[in-house]
């Protein structure tokens, strides 16, 4: 992932801590723990169980996948005092593409690396997504995707608990991945154009 893209990632989550809580840094939040608690989430969502008809729910996975970036993220800003000197960092180690794997047992591993280490592992995660096809760009537009959504809960009450997460009989999260697919990624305004969409959704 280019440098850049990083660094508005990187951004984009210290704004969204801050927004919950201005110390976050200090708060010394226990991000790998909420990282493997997803892992068991996005593995259902794979589907594990021998014993009943499952069929993976990609979507689903895509967006657990991105959830745990969001505490990866804020594990690495907390461990690096410069956001810009971190992307950089980052983006000089960004794997590169490999064949893919058993996404089962390599989510197994990133997981015990986070239980083991109670980090982050980058490395481990890129490669966990390219296993199930994800590009780095589908990582990079993912992740902006939730993020709006991040921060459009808090701007409607998530903290509070007023808001609404079931809009009309589908979720939020899937109004999300049908706004992403209806605007372009490559628009300067798609941020702000997701959050309108959002707005525009929301059961009033």
């Known amino acids: ?26 708060r010394n939040h226990e991000w790998y723990r909420a990282i493997w608690v997803e892992c068991a989430e996005m593995l259902d969502h794979y589907g594990w169980k021998w014993w009943k008809h499952q069929e993976c729910d990609f979507e689903q996975v895509k967006l657990e996948l991105i959830d745990i970036l969001h505490f990866g993220l804020s594990d690495l800003i907390v461990q690096h005092d410069n956001i810009q000197a971190l992307a950089k960092v980052l983006s000089a180690h960004w794997p590169k593409a490999t064949e893919s794997g058993d996404f089962k047992l390599l989510l197994e591993e ?44 808090q701007d409607y009450g998530y903290k ?30 798609f941020k702000d154009r997701l959050y309108s969409g959002l707005a525009d959704a929301y059961p009033s």
């Open 1 to 26: 992932m280019e440098q850049h893209q990083l660094l508005t990632l990187l951004e984009m989550q210290d704004a969204m801590n801050s927004k919950v809580n201005s110390d976050w840094r200090e």
């Open 110 to 153: 990133f997981t015990l690396d986070t239980l083991q280490t109670k980090h982050f592992n980058l490395n481990r995660f890129v490669e966990l997504a390219y296993s199930i096809g994800l590009s780095s760009e589908d990582i990079y537009v993912g992740y902006i995707g939730k993020n709006v959504l991040n921060i459009f809960r």
């Open 160 to 189: 509070t608990g007023e808001y609404i997460k079931v809009w009309n009989g589908r979720e939020d999260n899937e109004v999300l991945v049908e706004l992403c697919d209806e605007l372009d990624s490559r628009d300067a305004q």
